[in-house]
């Protein structure tokens, strides 16, 4: 398997806005074979002072493969699910942050 993970840094006073971005959007994951889990994670407040607060975010996805995600990365149900993106760029500090890991050992109760 394979997680898929895009880090944010949310300038202060924009997580509301954030949130709400995601809680509305159409991911589209659901169309896309080899999709498993969806998960938006909300981390730490980090004051850094002045324009450099922020809040971090993580979108994690799971997949039964590495080719699986990389076939999604092509799809329109992802150009759909990214349409307009790039507007929304002033609550953001930077691009986000993209780190992939394939699953070596897993442990569940």
Known sequence: MYIAMNRFRVKSGCEEE????WKNRDRRLSEVP??????????????????EDHALY????????YDDFVAWTKSEAFKAAH????????????????EGFDILLTESK
């Open 18 to 21: 954030f949130e709400t971005i």
């Open 34 to 51: 080899g999709f498993i889990e969806f998960k938006l994670l909300k981390g730490e407040e980090v004051k850094e002072g002045g324009d």
């Open 58 to 65: 993580a979108s994690h996805t799971l997949w039964n493969s």
């Open 83 to 98: 349409k307009g993106a790039g507007d929304r760029k002033p609550i953001y500090l930077g691009s986000p942050h993209f």
